[in-house]
């Protein structure tokens, strides 16, 4: 290994680093993974010369050129699914769309409310994101459950729901839509065999929580006053189904057409824009007042988020060109034994402690989509990698970004749920896993 080459490596791991300790260092996440993108290629731009190879005539810096802007140009199909997917689901939130929610899920029974509690998390999260769907069912409980005891044993549950939710489904969860739009898996694929192990990973700790929750729940005091909607209840509707049925749509559109699924999810924004126009249009009065149009929902996405994705998948594309990834790919072969399990076992324990999107990005790079095997299109190892890297984010609360905001939102500190909950999701994380080699045994 080079010297330019060990520098690149130090500074990715410097920068991962940097990433996990956020909380620490108090430096956002997104400005860090940005200067690691450009730092890394820097480097890569002083002797690219090292790591390509020319075809007679070819000049050396547009061939290095060219080869950055195809990785940016593989990483905007993803941050342009996101953005279009966040803008919908905020859309839907904004205008009230998820009122219903609430609704469906009052009950005085604290064991009832937990099963509908996790059953409503663990499928709107494989429709929505695991994020939003965890600030909707936060925002929920806050108006349901009146106990802050309970409310974290709930709120620890909507983390676990979320992450197994999100890990079956092809939109589900940033994971598994890198993987998605990469070809890695189909959305059959990953519906058809990953879904009973992701609904084994979240109903066995469920089951085993709901025994500390007895009696009636007490409700809040005060309700939390709603802010006044400016549609109407049919075009609230109008919107949520949109939205949402257009979701569920996506990943039909791309087998139909066989279009990239950003450009699904934008025609589903599109359409949702002209409907709301329309709506907000009829209405008397300055159109600049109305504050929930698409124009202004646009300002609330967090770019953050958007950034920090850009800014890691730059970096790992900068790995794969200089070939760690493949080299790293070759040892985790080598000393696992060729034992997938094992492989992606260890990243979804991994993925509790770090961002799990670098983490998939970088195995990303490591394998190769092969014609045939575990590592073809839904192959075995491409689809352990979605259920690992997804649901094992939930054994500790910093472990994913729907258990960061429900961390903060209920003010559950890291310490309470490592002792109260870590165990319970690592035997529902290790159920699942047991479930999908039963499965993959019977099938294959």
């Not at 791991?13 to 290629?41: D, H, P, R, T």
């Not at 890990?167 to 993987?179: H, K, N, R, Y």
């Not at 109008?238 to 039909?252: K, N, Q, R, S, Y």
Request: proline share 2%; glycine share 10%.
């Amino acid at each position: 290994m080079t010297t330019l080459t060990l520098a690149i490596v130090a500074v990715f791991v410097f920068g991962y680093a940097c990433i996990a300790l956020e909380s620490v260092i108090k430096v956002n996440k997104a400005a860090i993974a940005l200067l690691m993108f450009i730092f890394c290629w820097t480097l890569f731009m002083i002797a690219p010369g090292n790591y390509l190879i020319l075809e007679p005539g070819e000049d050396l810096i547009r061939k290095a050129t060219e080869i950055i802007e195809n990785h940016l140009g593989e990483t905007a199909s993803t941050l342009f699914f996101l953005m279009g997917a966040m803008t919908i689901v905020e859309l839907v939130d904004q205008n009230g769309g998820f009122d219903f929610v609430r609704t469906s899920l009052s009950t005085t029974s604290k064991r009832k409310l937990l099963w509908r509690i996790v059953f409503m998390t663990f499928f709107l999260s494989s429709i929505l994101d695991n994020l939003t769907t965890s600030i909707v069912m936060i925002m929920v409980l806050n108006k349901l459950v009146g106990e802050r005891a309970d409310r974290m044993i709930y709120a620890s549950l909507v983390v676990i729901a979320a992450n197994s939710g999100g890990a079956f489904s092809p939109i589900g969860d940033v994971t598994t839509i890198m993987l998605w739009n990469a070809g890695s898996v189909t959305s059959t694929g990953v519906i058809t065999e990953i879904f009973v192990p992701s609904l084994i990973s979240m109903v066995i700790p469920a089951f085993i929580m709901q025994f500390s929750l007895k009696g009636k729940l007490v409700m809040p005091e005060k309700e939390v006053e709603t802010e006044e909607q400016e549609l109407t209840s049919r075009e609230r509707k109008t919107v949520f189904f949109m939205g949402v049925g257009g979701l569920i749509f996506v990943p039909i559109f791309k087998g139909i057409t066989g279009l990239p699924p950003f450009m699904g999810i934008l025609l589903v924004l599109g359409l949702l824009w002209l409907v709301t126009e329309f709506f907000y249009g009829r209405r008397k009065g300055e159109k600049k007042k109305f504050k929930k149009r698409v124009t202004r929902v646009l300002s609330r996405i967090d770019m953050g988020t958007i950034l920090f994705f850009l800014g890691i998948l730059m970096a790992v594309s900068c790995l794969q060109e200089i070939g760690v990834l493949t080299v790293t790919g070759q040892w985790l072969n080598t000393v696992s034994n060729g034992n997938h399990y094992v492989v992606t076992g260890a990243i979804g324990v991994i993925s509790s402690i770090v961002d799990n999107v670098p983490l998939v990005a970088g195995c990303m790079g490591m394998y190769e989509i092969a014609p045939v095997g575990d590592f073809a299109v839904d192959g075995i190892f491409w689809q352990l990698l979605a259920y690992c890297a997804g649901v094992g984010g939930s054994m500790l609360i910093i472990g994913s970004a729907a258990g960061v905001v429900v961390m903060g939102l209920e003010r559950i500190t890291f310490g309470w749920y490592l002792k109260k909950v870590t165990w319970i999701a690592f035997v529902g994380y290790l159920a699942g896993i047991i479930c999908y080699w039963g499965i993959n045994a019977v099938i294959r």
